[in-house]
């Protein structure tokens, strides 16, 4: 039984190794079409042709994503926005956004 438990455990971590691998791969993704879109204008319809691709399906599905067309869509918006993946997840551009938010409200 012990044996088992300790199985399922290892066969769960590595499934979410695999999972966190996966969403960085899409992260990079973002960030070579958020490159295009600055060097040559086409960064939003780079994501969405990689996004609907069969690769890109598999990666996004593999990432835990759903490849729909609302996940595209988003997609498209975040590349547009020519914000960096990097920056994007900092904490400083977080408060930075809930601060405009704030101000913005107010």
Same mark, same amino acid.
């Given at each position: 039984m012990r044996d088992f438990v300790d199985g399922t455990a290892f066969n769960n971590?590595? +499934?979410?190794?695999?999972? @966190? &691998?996966?969403?960085?791969?899409? &992260?990079?993704? &973002?960030?070579?079409? %958020?490159?295009?879109?600055? @060097?040559? +204008?086409? +960064?939003?319809?780079? %994501?969405?042709?990689?996004?609907?691709?069969r690769d890109g399906r598999e990666v996004l599905s593999c990432a835990g994503i759903d490849p729909n067309e609302r996940v595209v869509t988003g997609l498209m918006d975040f590349v547009g926005r020519g914000v960096r993946t990097s920056v994007a997840l900092s904490r400083e551009e977080s408060e930075r956004r809930n601060a405009a938010q704030q101000a913005e409200a107010a």
């Open positions: 971590e590595q +499934g979410n190794r695999a999972r @966190k &691998l996966f969403a960085a791969v899409v &992260l990079a993704a &973002l960030d070579d079409a %958020i490159a295009d879109d600055k @060097k040559y +204008g086409n +960064g939003p319809e780079q %994501i969405a042709r990689w996004a609907r691709s």
